[in-house]
């Protein structure tokens, strides 16, 4: 069974930009406007990764990053966000997001940190 990517983005346009990049690869892609609908409708033995901008509006990204590790959801979190805020991103993954990827990234970089994450490498 594929595994599955999931996208929480507001934004639509970068939503279809990471749909596209993956759709030559062997995933399911889910994609979410915001954590809430995510967190409401993903299912307790959802496995895969998390792809989730760095300033992700609503309940925000830690919060979102400490219910999937309250539900104990296998779900690596990979983070989006722009090189001055590295800083940022280093706490995060200390927190529990699985990696950083920085913004712009290339479709190559997106699928081959996407790879990392669903099969579990460090």
């Known amino acids: 069974m594929a595994e599955t990517v999931y ?3 507001p934004l639509p346009d970068e939503r279809r930009r ?5 759709a030559g690869e062997p995933v399911v892609v889910k994609s979410y406007e915001g954590a809430v609908q995510f967190l409401n409708e993903v299912a307790a033995t959802a496995s895969g ?4 901008p760095l300033d992700l509006p609503g309940i925000g990204l830690r919060a979102l ?3 999937i590790n ?3 959801l296998p779900l690596a979190v990979v983070v989006i966000g722009r ?3 590295f800083a940022i991103a280093i706490e995060l993954v200390r927190s529990g997001a699985f990696d950083f990827l920085e913004h712009p990234f290339s479709d190559r970089r997106l699928r081959s940190v996407v790879r990392c994450a669903i099969s579990g490498c460090a």
């Open 65 to 67: 990053i400490h219910e």
């Open 70 to 72: 309250r539900r104990q």
């Open 49 to 52: 990764c998390v792809l989730v």
């Open 83 to 85: 090189d001055s805020e």
């Open 18 to 22: 990471i749909v596209d990049a993956l």
């Open 7 to 9: 996208i929480v983005d």
